[in-house]
């Protein structure tokens, strides 16, 4: 069978309630409404229940079987071994053998035998192992069963469980109140809820082996509301991301309500589903009713359960219905209503779909209704509204190239990477080379680049740049864009020189917010290539920015400003600003610019040793790059859990998803993103004191930069502290050298504290590998004072751990102690075990010093040729002292050392004698 899609909290429960049945009687209802998923969950639960070595007896009644006396009863005994009968009392045994059909009889079944019978049976089951008692379907339970299973439930003895599924219908209501146990607190109850977004996305990929753009999703789960079978149905009719028409499982249910109402009933309900705020007075206009009619008319639907009427509002029931009544009416009903409808809407977006599905070819004036209804809907936020609005004029013959670039940006940013593609492949093939293709072209790019690959968005683009020619304003922003794909696959040379062209370009239309991206764009390559950006450029793009102009999110000067400040080591003001552009993101509907938004939050929290605040913002990032489902948006999310599992110490889980990661990210040929991934895999191996591993993993890195070592800010030289350290530990002092005088040199130069102060910490280690601890001790306090000028936690924290290690060596105990400690206290708040341990574990090496320098001369010489396996009597013959007294020499060395054995002194003299310098 397919896999179960858990929700939340779901597996928890059936596990605490096998627990419980296995040890004492428990019972769990699992209730919701038809087609929730409540057998699903049954038979996974029974499954699981009967790998664990429960014996399952098994009911599944129906309605059909409900006047079929004890029927499910017989089902759940059907599979006990016969042989189980002849240990029963006579009459028991005859009972049940009529129950089971398996005897013959005349007169009545004796019920209280029948009862008897099968608690007999159960509690000889129990004897032998746990028992599970399961039906599904409770409410279709015929009489005589349920009075049984009612009787043995009272009755149940330890190692049964009860686990029951129970249909929850307004109209038709049933109850499993008559289940009891000897304590009533045992019988549990789970009400399953509709499905979220997320698992509803994982169960129609598990079970259709398809993937569905977030705007068709959307639109699944509302008419579903969540309910997983009719979720399945709905997605199986939906062609091309939309949905059809409503299939026949469930138009057939919908049909057989809807067919009872009178004419003048289903008219008005036509009138409702047509509307999207159906008001009483409305439905009267739409009719050419009065409102008190309207009441009168839908009275039937009303009782019936269809609609509900709230003030002046009229409510479907459930969203099926709604689409149901529309489905079931022909093709002129529903274009007769929508016209009536467009009569009297005044709402420009609302009456612009009346008239789209009134008409069968677009009229001028319908057109531009649409027209403007897009640009309206996209105003405030719904490009998958204003993707449907332009869609819709296509279709009715406006089919123009502006049109498709409206209709292909809004589904690209409802998250519909896809249907953007089609809509303008499909336009480029009908266009000659020109400026209109050109600004196709420059779409379809910007669309490569955000969720497919920078390599095809650069190709795209320069297509782009061709057919536009000298025009200053289009090449200018097409300029801009190829700058930023061929900076993320490493041509940051081309990109710069993209870049400049696009400022003068720029100057040359007078286009001041064309301006302030290219401007802006600058900043942002002066910065990844080592040139400090100019604060006032940059100040000078934001004042020419306008919030109001239509342009890409990775385009916008602010946009560009965050990542500059982050960057550059301005996190406090990087998290701020990343914060502002996600919400605004969030507000236009931007969805994949909102999933990179998240992306540079998690990326600050991290750097400012966050991890808190980086989960949280993380677990929204990745719910939402799974909704999104794109090749880089997909590799975004695998990144940000990848990211998250390193810090936090989980190895195997880490060293999967970056794998996963790299996988999916490998198609876009995006640089910056798969060596952050590589960058974090090396991290990891440092944090496990792997360093020929990590320097396996990092050194490749190297030939990603500049040949002079320049652009080392932390977006592209994260790797380089990690590479140091390890090359050191490594013994390759001398290949780490000039990446440790690249990070101080560019410290200096561009005034990167970070940079000064993990530079630092790598001089540190370089001059006590020489032997020059003294010296080193020196570098690692200056560069704690260059960590007082960045928020960096996690850095700080590690520069601590050095320092503590150093001032060991030099036999500052107390200092190291202090360092140490305050090193330990910060990863275990930060929440890094990996890093917490290395501390804890230099901290207990200082300790043993501690107590070896507590012992006399002779202990000691006790202490070292015990460890090194003398008997207690050769070690008295080297020393000229009694066996006897290593006795008690030993004794005493035990107690400083807080240890109780030979085995527990040698491990620790091992310890003491291991290099310091590790």
């Not at 057998?39 to 009967?50: C, P």
């Not at 010093?849 to 012992?855: I, Q, R, S, V």
Request: proline letters at 4%.
């Amino acid at each position: 069978m397919s896999r179960t899609i858990d929700r939340p909290g779901q597996a928890e429960v059936v596990e605490d309630f096998l627990a419980a049945a296995r040890s004492g009687s428990a019972a769990l209802i699992i209730e919701g409404e038809a087609g929730i998923g409540k057998t699903t969950v049954w038979l996974s639960a029974t499954e699981v229940a009967a790998r664990r070595g429960f014996q399952v007896l098994v009911a599944r009644p129906s309605a059909a079987e409900s006047v079929l006396a004890y029927g499910s009863l017989a089902d759940m005994l059907g599979g006990v071994d016969p042989g189980m009968w002849e240990h029963l009392p006579a009459p028991q045994r005859a009972a049940l053998e009529r129950v089971l059909l398996r005897a013959d009889g005349t007169g009545p079944v004796d019920q209280r035998a029948v009862a008897a019978g099968f608690r007999s049976v159960v509690d000889a089951l129990a004897g032998a192992g746990p028992v599970l008692l399961a039906i599904d379907d409770l409410q279709w339970l015929d009489t005589s069963s349920r009075l049984v299973i009612e009787f043995a439930a009272r009755r149940m003895p330890a190692g049964v469980g009860l686990l029951a599924t129970l249909r929850t219908d307004p109209s038709a209501p049933a109850n499993a109140s008559w289940v009891q146990l000897r304590d009533p607190q045992a019988v549990r109850r789970m009400v399953l809820p509709p499905f979220g977004l997320a698992s509803l996305r994982e169960l129609l990929l598990a079970r259709l082996g398809r993937s569905f753009s977030r705007a068709a999703l959307v639109r699944i789960h509302e008419i579903a509301r969540g309910n997983p079978f009719y979720a399945l149905e709905l997605a199986r009719a939906t062609t091309d991301d939309r949905i059809v028409r409503l299939p026949d499982s469930l138009a057939e249910l919908v049909r057989a309500r809807i067919d009872r109402l009178s004419e003048e009933a289903r008219t008005a309900l036509l009138a409702v589903s047509c509307s999207s705020t159906p008001t009483v007075e409305r439905v009267a206009r739409a009719t050419e009713s009065h409102p008190e009619a309207v009441i009168g008319v839908l009275a039937e639907a009303i009782d019936d359960g269809i609609v509900s009427v709230e003030g002046h509002q009229i409510r479907f029931t459930h969203p099926l219905l709604a689409h149901g009544v529309h489905d079931g009416a022909s093709f002129a009903l529903r274009r007769s209503m929508h016209r009536r409808l467009a009569g009297i809407e005044t709402e420009p977006e609302l009456r612009a779909r009346h008239l789209a599905m009134a008409a069968v070819s677009g009229d001028p004036d319908t057109l531009a209704c649409l027209d403007a209804a897009a640009q309206s809907a996209r105003r405030r936020g719904a490009p998958a509204a204003a993707a449907e609005l332009a869609d819709l004029a296509i279709g009715l013959g406006g089919d123009t190239p502006q049109r498709r670039i409206v209709s292909a940006r809004n589904h690209f940013d409802a998250g519909d990477g896809e249907r953007a593609r089609k809509v303008l492949k499909h336009g480029l093939a009908a266009l000659e080379a020109g400026p209109e293709r050109a600004e196709m072209l420059s779409l379809l790019g910007a669309i490569e680049a955000l969720d497919g690959s920078y390599l095809d968005a650069a190709q795209l683009l320069q297509r782009a740049i061709d057919e536009v020619g000298d025009e200053p304003a289009s090449r200018a922003r097409f300029l801009v864009l190829q700058a930023f794909a061929r900076l993320n696959i490493g041509r940051r040379d081309t990109a710069a020189a993209d870049v400049d062209e696009a400022v003068a370009c720029a100057i040359r239309c007078g286009n001041a917010h064309l301006l302030s991206q290219a401007l802006a764009m600058q900043c942002l390559m002066d910065c990844v290539r080592g040139r400090d950006f100019d604060p006032a450029k940059m100040r000078r793009a934001l004042e020419l920015e306008d919030p109001g102009a239509e342009c890409l999110a990775l385009t916008r000067p602010k946009n560009l400003h965050a990542m500059v400040l982050a960057y550059t080591g301005q996190l406090d003001e990087a998290a701020r600003a990343t914060r502002g552009i996600a919400e605004d993101c969030a507000d236009r509907g931007e969805e994949v610019d909102q999933l990179f938004s998240y992306f540079h939050r998690v990326l600050v929290e991290i750097w400012r040793g966050d991890l808190h605040a980086a989960d949280e913002i993380g677990s929204e990032a990745i719910e939402l790059a799974q909704m999104l489902d794109g090749g880089v948006t997909r590799g975004v999310g695998l990144m940000l859990q990848h990211f998250l599992a390193c810090y936090r110490g989980e190895v195997e889980r880490a060293r999967r998803l970056g794998s996963e990661a790299l996988t999916a990210l490998e198609p876009s040929y995006c640089g910056i993103l798969i060596n952050l991934v590589v960058t974090l895999n090396g991290f990891l191996e440092v944090s496990q004191g792997n360093y020929p591993q990590a320097v396996d993993v990092l050194e490749p890195l190297l030939a990603q930069l500049d040949p002079d070592l320049n652009g080392t800010e932390i977006i592209v030289g994260w790797f380089l502290p990690d590479l140091a350290e390890a090359l050191i530990h490594s013994g390759r002092g001398g290949d780490a050298e000039p990446l440790v005088a690249a990070l101080e040199r560019n410290g200096r130069r561009l005034d990167r504290a970070w940079m000064t102060a993990v530079g630092g910490r790598c001089r540190a280690m370089l001059l006590a590998a020489g032997g020059d601890v003294d010296a080193a001790v020196r570098t690692a306090e200056e560069a704690m004072r260059a960590h007082d000028r960045t928020p960096m936690r996690f850095e700080r924290a590690r520069t601590l751990l050095v320092l503590g290690q150093l001032q060991r060596r030099r036999r500052r105990r107390d200092a190291a102690t202090v360092a140490l400690r305050e090193a330990l206290d910060a990863f275990e708040r930060i929440g890094t075990p990996l890093w917490a341990e290395r501390a804890r574990a230099e901290l207990h090496r200082g300790e043993l010093g501690a107590g070896f320098a507590g012992l006399s001369e002779t202990e000691r010489r006790v202490a070292e040729l015990s460890a090194a396996g003398m008997t207690n009597r050769d070690v008295a013959a080297t020393l000229f002292i009694s066996p006897k007294t290593v006795e008690t020499y030993l004794g005493r060395i035990y107690r400083k050392l807080g240890i109780h054995s030979r085995a527990e002194l040698g491990r620790l003299m091992a310890e003491q004698h291991q290099p310091d310098d590790k």
